[in-house]
């Protein structure tokens, strides 16, 4: 039995110690927002937030997250009302909308970390999460737009 802390509460599964973390969420767990992509951690569509950090959850095995706080798409605003998911909406910015769990856990944890971020830091945080609809511009006005209200409504 591994103990695991997600989302604010206790889980334990029993698992393989060199199990994904991807798959303990969804199989597990039942948390299914933090998408399949590619198993290798090139697509970044299982980004989830370990102690604040953006990790691939595909390549993280389950016995190292003990102790560790995860965050998933589910666990970032229980109504949808985090900053950077008011962006996405506002922003227009999914399509097939598959990568947008990871790429919105990503904006999230560069936002906690750096509330102002420029362009060249928002691409360095989110390079490796592959949009397959192309919407990167998009993205960076999302991030811009919930920087914004981060700092304006005292969030940091």
């Not at 767990?29 to 959850?57: D, H, P, Y």
């Not at 989110?126 to 969030?155: D, E, K, N, W």
């Amino acid at each position: 039995m591994i103990s695991l802390k997600v989302n604010g509460r206790r889980y334990r599964v029993e698992a393989a110690s060199d199990t994904p973390l991807l798959w303990v969420l969804r199989d597990s767990l039942g948390l299914t927002g933090t998408k399949f992509g590619c198993g290798q951690s090139i697509c970044g569509a299982c980004t989830v937030q370990v102690n604040g950090e953006a990790i691939r959850s595909c390549v993280t095995p389950v016995s190292a997250m003990a102790g560790k706080e995860i965050v998933t798409i589910e666990g970032l605003s229980a109504r949808g009302r985090h900053p950077v998911q008011q962006a996405w909406i506002a922003d227009d910015v999914p399509q097939c909308g598959y990568c947008h769990s990871g790429q919105i856990m990503a904006a999230a944890a560069l936002l906690a970390k750096n509330p102002q971020p420029n362009d060249a830091e928002i691409d360095a945080a989110m390079s490796g999460i592959l949009c397959r609809c192309g919407t990167y511009q998009r993205i960076r006005r999302a991030i811009h737009r919930a920087s914004g209200m981060m700092v304006q409504g005292g969030r940091k």
